[in-house]
């Protein structure tokens, strides 16, 4: 839309434009200064006829009523006989009749004097002369149209403008022109100037003239080309035929005007239809334009005008098409007058389009600025002496055009959005019913798995056990029930077939039900619900059933889209009414889906990582309940910061509040109790993990399948821990060696395939498996999972044996990956390189000859080191930290022994803390720092290993100053792909803190400056 102001500019300035151009081409068009004829003579010696310009034989000429001077015997002009003068243009009426009757015949005269020039060409071209006229030049006939004559039978009328070229050779020019008009009732004679030049300049301004018509002909065409093309390949669309009228209309009226070229090209149409052609072409451009109107704008169609308009055309047309020409011309000014009012209006139209709705139909009143100036300029073409002026009909035509062709881009992107639009219904109504089965299965497998636990696990073993799990089997069949009820209802309010049963209801009873009913859809999250509605709060006039509905939507909605924080309804009395008021701290609603959330099946995210679940029918639902009781449900939210749900209900009259006096103090009591305590997000994490049983971690933002999953794998020996979302899953990962990783697909913030990429950063397929849970079983969707890095899925609703069985197998496989490591690692470290043995070996018996005492000591540190390397408790998890400082301590002894003072030892340990740590992790620390970083060296190098002790943790670090690697070579170890001499105890050592403790090998090295390995142990 536009503003008036701005709109009233910009039509003005246009008008004005328009209207400047014309005057410009007028004057650029003008003649140049002449004298004008007097008393039938024209003195035209001073004039250089050389500038191809040519001239009006303007002024007053001879003129004898009811003579033809040029006919044999006739002796007017030699003895002056009836001789009068005339201006020229202009009617003769008054001059040919008393009664100033137009009809007559006559001649005119005018003697141009000239310089005497052989070779010069004169040329002279007769525009209109009504109705018949024969051009003599020197007593010589040289052109006409029509046949003059003293009667009408003898008569021939035809009025086109013709030319004639000749030369004069004593340097006057005597120019007669003898008319004759039977048919035209108001006017007749000379009415259109007389050009008079060199032939050249004539016959140039001609073909101009002639040209600027063909011009905005073949211009016009091409429009309405394309739009016949467009309604016969495309939709049939009114406006193309009235568009396709209207341009033959203007098309037929400027080639019956001014050079009438189509009365040149088809000579057989004689002057009585050529007159009748033009005024229906006036009244096809008035009726046409108007209805190309009502097409272009039909929110205007039912305007009084698009009925009584046409009425008025068809009338002008068939009394144009029966009368005579003559007559039927004295309506001129009345066909001007349609074309106006047709022109006037659809402006109008097009003015209030762009101020309410439309900005583009600003090229409509550009357009119509142009017909508009072409109408006036056709009343002014005699007075500006122009000729013809194409410009304001191009321009009209080309905004028209302009117009449509935005319109029809505009549409094509509507057209997109629309089949963007559809596209998206389609995926939603895919999504409805994947959605549908998934909601209605999963509570009823739900029940299903539920009651099949209690009967496995007893009756009379677990009776507390039982009676919760039976609860939850009561909750889980309520949720169910209301979301068939939501179906239900939806058809109920498309066909008006629900009735409401309007009493006094008491909000606060209704409230403190609803949330009793959705407490256990809080269990695992950290959030609050409360009833803050007043225990005084008077009666509201309701259908108890509907409010109780309407707010179990409500409360349900912002329990699903709410992370953590407080749900709180309240109630207050505002202008009269009971204001009740639904709040939380959720994650919000964006604009763009507040215009679209109340729209059935509608939800906040389709997405995989979309909040909740539902059918999407809870929000529509509500809104409809909430109309029927006479109000609106109302939203304000800001992304990130909650929603606000409110509506009004009238309040009971006092009569009804008197008999429910004495209910407030029970509502007072079930609304202390209607708000829940804080939950957390995590559970299981009570009781220390038997090293025995296998550790599980399951992820759900729904508390009804964690409480499911729970009891389903904790009767079979697992110890499982929950989680209510992928950030606290994230949060325990580091707490413990977890067996098995379980995990929704569709969770808020955070989703099944994004937490399984994170794990998958830090541990591979075997080191910790991921078991998905999802709701689609599309194969895209669980070629998905497995891209995550997923070891294997199970398709909600959960089958338990299904569910049981594959955490078996992932269970079992990660427990044989355990073990394979750690036989792994006391393989590598029993695999004592033979050139070690022996030269352990030799360096005892070298030493059996000169020392004894030192042979003993390193005898006595060899066989500990090959107890502690054959030692049954490397296979263990984990083992006291002097065990394995006991190995590194024989390890570095020997090696100080048979290196001497190559090898420099510096320990830094602090004391007096209990430590356990992985068995032999710093031992091939150590000895990959003393083989591959200081031996390496000829003058060898010092090893220093620091154990220090920190609030949690402890760091454990092995640093020499050998000859260090570059950042490939660290990449390469960590990867494990260097050679098992170089890297398999590191790699081997890497992978098994990082199951352990989540956190592997740190390595610093700067080649030929040294290495530093570290890694962090809890306490």
Known sequence: MMTKRKTALLAGAFFIVLFLIRITWALLVAPPDHPRAVRGELDLRSFDFAKDRTIALDGEWEFYPGEFVMQIGSNAISSGEGRTYIPVPGKWNSSISAHSSPYGYGSYRLRIKVNPDHELIYGIRVSNVRTSAEL??????????????KNKQQYTARSMPFTA?????????????????????????????????????????????????????????????????????????????HFFMLVVSTVVMTLLDDDKLLLVWLPAIGYEWSMKLVLLSFIGVAAFLLQFAKSLLPEHAKNSVFRWFPVLCAMAAIAIVFLPAGLARGGLIVYYALDLIACLYFLTFSLRTVLRTDKDAIYLVVGLTGVLTNIMGGFLKGL????????????????????????YFRQSVQTAKLAEKLRKADKLKDDFLANTSHELRNPLHGILNIAQNVLDSGMKDQDDRNKENMKLLISVGKRMSYMLNDLLDMTRLQEDGIRLRIGSVRVQGVASGVTDMLRFMTDGKPIRIVNDIPVNFPPVMADENRLTQILF???????????????????????????????????????????????????????????????????????????????????????????????????????????????????????????????????GLESAADSDRPNLLVIDDDSVNLNILSSLLASEKYHVVTAASGSDAIALLDTREWDL??????????????????????????????????????????????????????????????????????????????ERLRMEAAWLQAQIQPHFLFNTLNSIAALSEIDYEKMSALLEAFGHYLRASFDYRNLERLVPLEHELGLVRSYLYIEKERFDDRLHIRWEVDEGFPLQVPPLSIQPLVENAVRHGLLSREEGGEIHIRISAQEHEAEISVADNGVGMDAEAVRNILDGRLDAKAGVGLSNTDRRLKQLFGKGLQIQSVPNQGTIVRFVVPK
């Open 136 to 149: 003599y030049v020197n007593d010589r006939l040289v052109a006409g149209e029509g046949k003059p004559a």
């Open 741 to 818: 990783i379980i995990a929704d697909i569709m969770m808020p913030n955070m989703s099944g395939y994004e937490l399984s990429r994170f794990v998958r950063e830090r541990f591979s397929v075997s080191e910790l498996p991921i078991l998905l849970l999802t709701a689609r079983g599309r194969p895209e969707d669980i070629a998905a999972g497995f891209l995550s890095g997923a070891n294997d899925y199970v398709t909600k609703p959960v089958d338990a044996m299904e569910l049981k069985s594959r955490v078996r197998a992932l269970t079992e496989l990660k427990q044989s990956v355990r």
């Open 384 to 407: 500006l002496d122009t000729g013809y002026y194409p410009i304001d009909l191009i321009v009209a035509f080309l905004a028209f055009a302009s117009f449509w062709f935005k319109r």
């Open 553 to 683: 939507n409500l409360l349900h909605n912002a329990v699903k889209y709410t992370v953590q924080g407080q749900i709180t309804i309240k109630a207050e009395v505002k202008d009269g009414k009971a204001n009740i008021i639904v709040e939380d701290t959720g994650i919000g609603i964006d604009p763009e889906t507040q215009q679209r959330m109340f729209a059935p099946y509608e939800q906040g995210d389709s997405g995989i990582t979309a909040i909740g679940g539902g059918l999407g029918l809870g929000l529509s639902i509500c809104k409809q309940l909430v109309e029927l009781h006479g109000s609106g449900l109302e939203v304000h939210s800001v992304p990130g910061q909650g929603s606000v749900f409110s509506f009004a209900l009238r309040l009971a009259d006092s009569s009804t509040r008197q008999g429910e006096a004495a209910m407030i103090a029970a509502y007072a009591e079930a609304a202390v109790s209607a708000s829940s305590e804080p939950r957390g997000g995590i559970s």
């Open 165 to 241: 070229a000749f030369k004069a050779d004593t340097g006057e020019i005597d120019i007669v022109v003898q008319a004759a008009n039977y048919d035209n009732i108001y006017q007749g004679g000379l009415i259109e100037s007389i050009r008079f030049g060199s032939e050249r300049a004539v016959d140039k301004e001609a073909g101009f003239s002639a040209n600027m018509q063909l011009v905005v002909c073949v211009v016009l065409m091409i429009h309405a080309l394309y739009a016949l093309i467009l309604y016969a390949i495309g939709t049939r669309q009114k406006a193309l035929i």
